[in-house]
């Protein structure tokens, strides 16, 4: 089944022209569908193709460990890691350690008094019962070794979910960057909705942080995603010059085949054109650590009513070498975006964004029943709606404070919704998300 049929009544004149061909091209070769994989006829001109690409971004490997989601982690020698084959990145020194981590403001009493003021507090805010997550893989038990990092290996089915191998770990590019005056710089359009608080677009920021629950939304369509996430953002949306960075946990059928929340980033110098890629799918971030694996799956995730999981990441200029670091909780540095990748934030970012994504693809000319967040509205409250806590910026001296001033959006609160607020406890604090398809959201 599968097999291009040939017709058998070819005049003899053609038959040699098609030997030969068929010497060069060889059969059709037939790959079944592994969960979300489509079933689909691939050439096996297509396949070395594929092979080509992956023998390039998947890294020789010092040991591979398998996680039980069927992960394959290879623990690659940090100097052969994809990052250093970046043009700009050819005598790059890899940095293991910023040159400091950014300060944490101590408010005096007073201040603290009056912040606290602004707000009732919410029930159920205390931490107690909120559990900092990690990755599945690490219940195998065994750890890459001191000088590697782990790398998610790709595959070939990987690659046969994307629409093509030029956009196998690359953003949909988005045509239409037209946008509403009004709006801060998220592209939307093309079915991207959105639920997220903003920074005014008039401060030079230098950094971001955020505690992010974790869940795992469900996604109607495999080419549909549901991310949580932050964004730091420099340049403009209406050109071609945006810079992005993007760290968060991703639910992507398409880029993992399977429907776990995963730990993600992301970057681009050119408003998703032709730079840039998710987690270590092309040349471009530094990783450092070999106790995390970008695009592994975060466990355990929250449930409803139940246990709450969160994950906090921080992303922030290296002061002094302006490298773009990313902590993973408490103080677990995961790796660096080079100076050399931007334009715009080889300066400093001018926005920064926290929030949730979907895509709704109208299938069948309904919104789809993709969820953001957990599938529960943001007035739902704790345990039940997701949440970010905690938002914070990085100022011009390297120093953490609370997000003040922030905006929020959401194209369509009968689909996804987001309601913020402040309490010492939490700070600067939302909830998010939504069903997606429902009577109100036809
Ligand atoms: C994915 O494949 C595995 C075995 O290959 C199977 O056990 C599992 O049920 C599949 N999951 C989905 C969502 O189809
Ligand atoms: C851990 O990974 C190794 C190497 O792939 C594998 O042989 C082993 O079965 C895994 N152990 C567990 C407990 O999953």
Redesign the pocket.
């Known amino acids: 089944m599968g097999f291009v049929e040939r017709k058998k009544s070819f005049p003899a004149l053609l038959l040699l022209p098609l030997a030969l061909s068929l010497l060069f091209l060889e059969r059709f070769t037939v790959i079944y569908a592994?969960?979300?994989t489509n079933y689909k006829q691939v050439s096996s001109l297509r396949l070395k193709r594929i092979h080509r690409h992956l023998d390039k971004i998947n890294k020789p490997a010092v040991i591979t460990i398998e996680s039980p989601d069927g992960d394959i982690i290879d623990c690659v020698h940090k100097r052969k890691q994809p990052a250093l084959d970046h043009p700009l990145l050819k005598n790059h020194k890899i940095q293991r350690v910023p040159s400091e981590m950014p300060r944490v403001k101590v408010m005096n009493k007073e201040e603290e008094e009056e912040e606290g003021g602004k707000e009732p507090k919410e029930m159920m805010m205390s931490n107690e019962g909120v559990k900092g997550a990690w990755q599945l893989w690490h219940t195998n038990g065994t750890r890459c070794p001191k000088g590697t990092v782990p790398i998610r290996r790709s595959t070939v089915h990987d690659v046969l979910r994307a629409k093509s191998l030029f956009d196998f770990g690359k953003k949909q590019r988005s045509l239409s960057l037209a946008r509403r005056s009004d709006a801060p710089d998220v592209v939307s359009g093309k079915g991207h909705e959105h639920a997220i608080a903003y920074t005014g677009t008039s401060q030079e920021v230098y950094g971001a942080k955020a505690t992010i629950n974790v869940w795992d939304p469900s996604i109607q369509l495999v080419n549909e995603f549901s991310l949580s996430q932050i964004w730091v953002l420099s340049g403009s949306f209406d050109g071609s010059d945006l810079n992005s960075i993007e760290a968060g946990w991703q639910v992507s059928p398409e880029l993992y085949g399977?429907?776990r929340p995963r730990l993600f980033t992301y970057w681009t110098s050119d408003s998703y054109q032709a730079t840039g890629c998710y987690n270590l799918l092309c040349a471009g971030f530094v990783q450092t650590n070999n106790r995390i694996a970008i695009g592994a799956a975060i466990s355990p995730v929250s449930s409803y009513a139940g246990n709450q999981y969160d994950i906090t990441i921080l992303i922030w200029k290296d002061p002094k070498l302006g490298n773009w670091w990313m902590g993973f909780g408490d103080n677990t540095l995961v790796g660096y975006w080079p100076a050399e990748l931007f334009t715009h934030l080889a300066d400093h970012a001018t926005m920064v964004e926290w929030g949730g994504e979907v895509v709704n693809s109208r299938a069948n000319g309904l919104h789809t029943s993709t969820q953001m967040g957990s599938g529960h509205f943001a007035e739902d409250g704790f345990g039940k709606a997701s949440y970010f806590r905690n938002l914070e910026i990085v100022d011009s001296d390297n120093s953490l404070t609370s997000a003040q001033a922030i905006s929020i959006l959401a194209e369509n609160t009968n689909c996804y919704n987001i309601k913020s607020s402040y309490n010492n406890e939490w700070g600067t604090h939302f909830y998010y998300g939504g069903p997606g398809n429902n009577p109100q959201c036809p």
């Open positions: 592994l969960n979300y399977d429907s």
